[in-house]
């Protein structure tokens, strides 16, 4: 489906200035709202479903408030042998994520989810995708996980490594198919995504 080439009005349902900064790459103006959804993971659920459905939640939700709007929403779980690993909230929870870490593979749940308002007669108005991202950590003993910590503080992080700060010293190997999928906004995904929705990216 492809819209003329004037460019509708573009929402980030996210509060995540990580999300915000990568958007920003792109040169399109775009404002944010935040949806107030619960993110707490159902039973049974796998982490890639938990993804997928609470980035399609954030999408919807924001734009039944911006009707006629591109919106945005994405989510992101970490998951090492099957297990969901939330963001730590503290040093004592970061400290633990990463000793169970180190000297793995990790793997990042990236979901994405396009709603578009221009379309929701047709039934065409919602993209979704997963990208999965393999994150090795560095086998590092505890004073050096603990003074990492102290450092970067990144206890809103899943994971506890943000790899486009300091984190990247306490990673080995990052396996992916959309490079900023890991911070949180897979860019590759999405900008196919906008150009499906008839989005111009270079336009005078």
Not at 7 to 17: E, F, V
Not at 168 to 189: F, H
């Amino acid at each position: 489906m492809f819209f003329s080439a004037t460019l509708p009005r573009l929402i980030l349902a996210s509060s995540s200035k990580y999300r915000k900064e990568l958007l920003s790459r792109l040169h399109l103006p775009f404002d944010i709202l935040v949806p107030s959804i619960d993110e707490t993971p159902i039973p049974g659920e796998t982490p890639e479903q938990t993804a997928i459905r609470l980035a399609k939640e954030k999408a919807i939700v924001a734009a039944k408030q911006a009707p006629g709007a591109l919106v945005i929403g994405s989510d992101q779980v970490a998951t090492l042998d099957g297990q969901q690993i939330g963001k730590p909230k503290t040093h004592e929870n970061a400290l633990k994520q990463l000793r169970q870490m180190r000297g793995r593979r990790v793997i990042f749940h990236t979901a994405l989810c396009l709603c578009d308002g221009r379309a929701i007669s047709s039934g065409n108005n919602i993209q979704i995708e997963n990208i999965q991202t393999f994150v090795t950590f560095r086998d590092l003993p505890d004073e050096e996980l603990d003074a990492y910590l102290h450092i970067e503080q990144p206890y809103d992080c899943a994971g506890s490594a943000k790899n486009e700060g300091l984190g990247i010293a306490i990673l080995e190997k990052i396996e992916s198919t959309d490079p900023t999928a890991l911070t949180g906004l897979p860019l590759i995904t999405l900008c196919s995504m906008l150009r499906r929705a008839g989005v111009p990216f270079f336009h005078h």
